[in-house]
């Protein structure tokens, strides 16, 4: 009778220890982590969060850059043609020495805008370098994130072997009880 009830003791932990890992089972992964691993994963998220509102403000950046650099293209074609015209006129009016002041400060006018055209090319070269590099950063992190998941579903399988174990243990357990 003693050995009986040890059995039943048994079962009803075995019961017990069942009724836990079905819960566990059912749970949400980040509750199977431990600290460290939560951890991890909110800070790869955190870092995520960071790289993606870079990478927006980046792209902002380029996008306004690249309205700038249009704005001067346009004023540089208008300044252009207006003063091309205004010289044409002024031709049919000054002497040779006049045309050739306006045309050197034209010239003069034109290397300046052509000057910031560059500069404005320059930093889209380099916003676009940053973009590259922050992108593959993202993705070197969403491969960390990836592995992490990996990693939780080794740790299901695990759980899953526990509970069949567990069970064949409980079948042999009401085995010995029935002989």
Known sequence: ERQ??????????????????????GSDLVSQLTVDEQ?????????????TQELKEIIKKRVELDGTKTKLEHQI???????????????????????RSVIEDLEREYTILSDKLNEHEKQTDAIDRIINNLDKELKNKQKELEQLKNSNRDIDEHINE??????????KLRNAQNK
Not at 11 to 24: N, T, V, Y
Not at 163 to 170: G, H, S
């Open 4 to 25: 009986l009830n040890a059995l039943i003791a048994t079962i009803e932990q075995f019961c017990a220890k069942e009724e836990s890992l079905q819960s566990e089972l």
């Open 39 to 51: 951890i991890t994963i909110d800070k790869l998220n955190d870092t995520i969060e960071e790289i």
């Open 162 to 171: 526990e509970k069949r174990n567990a069970d064949k243990y409980e079948v």
């Open 77 to 99: 074609a208008n300044n252009y043609r207006k003063n091309r015209n205004q010289i044409n006129t002024d031709l049919e009016r000054m002497h040779i020495e006049n045309v």
